[in-house]
């Protein structure tokens, strides 16, 4: 599991033929076999729908961050955020927290996320922005955190079904309050193919930018990967909300 996390944390490296070439790789394996059909399509589907057997909601939804170019979305975060309107539209999850921080490029992932949120139409009260998170084991952390601070009583991940499956274990095992996961279902978003908003990104920029690169050696970013840099004061376990 280690190695898979650490080859799709590269797929956000800001080198475009770095990130296409493990892009690539990683979805070779992921259509290899049925096994692999498991996580990627059978699960999300199995979980959104026990959800609506079950008349089940959520306070607020987790929405890890993406690098931006400055000039449109990315495809992964655009289906992240697109589900995140199908989640709102079907009542179940009421609220959003869009995290990270400026970490590749000057542009603040949660800033722009919330922008290109309101655009698509969830509703900006509903929007919350967590901008301290610099990997996507932070994104959670940090994500629960400020879900406390808010008032927020359930929680639920919602992103791609990779990144769901390799964060499983540490919301299962991190959090007194479980953190369960709705990942994307893909066929869903299809009745919002014509979406594609244009945002203004002139104020988005962090000011005293560093590069993550820049500020971590290789071995500092990969520690932070595997949530090395999260500031645990000793619990390893997080209260419940």
């Not at 944390?9 to 049925?34: E, R």
């Not at 400026?102 to 949660?110: G, I, K």
């Not at 990997?135 to 791609?160: M, P, Q, W």
Request: proline share 6%; glycine share 6%.
């Amino acid at each position: 599991m280690p190695a898979f996390y650490v080859l799709y944390s590269c797929i956000i490296m800001p080198d475009q033929k770095t990130k296409w070439t493990v892009f690539t790789f990683l979805l070779a394996v992921i259509t290899m076999g049925s096994a692999c059909n498991y996580p990627i399509r059978k699960r999300p589907q199995k979980l959104l729908t026990k959800t609506i057997e079950q008349s089940i909601s959520y306070d607020v939804g987790i929405i890890p961050g993406y690098p931006f170019n400055g000039q449109q979305w990315d495809t992964l975060v655009r289906s992240r955020l697109l589900w995140a309107k199908f989640l709102y539209e079907k009542g179940i999850v009421r609220n959003f927290i869009v995290s990270g921080g400026a970490v590749h490029t000057p542009y603040v992932e949660a800033e722009y996320m919330k922008r290109y949120a309101t655009a698509i139409g969830i509703p900006a009260d509903h929007v919350f922005t967590e901008t301290q998170a610099q990997h996507s084991v932070e994104n959670i952390f940090y994500s629960y955190e400020l879900a406390r601070t808010l008032g927020f009583k359930s929680i639920v991940l919602c992103t791609d079904p990779l990144q769901s499956i390799l964060t499983k274990r540490f919301t299962f095992r991190r959090f007194e309050t479980d953190i369960h996961h709705l990942p994307i279902i893909y066929d869903s978003l299809k009745v919002y193919k014509d979406i594609n908003p244009v945002i203004d990104t002139g104020d988005l920029q962090s000011e005293t930018f560093i590069p993550l690169k820049s500020r971590k050696s290789r071995w500092q970013s990969f520690r932070g990967t595997l949530g090395g840099g999260i500031p645990w004061n000793g619990k390893k376990i997080r209260p419940a909300l």
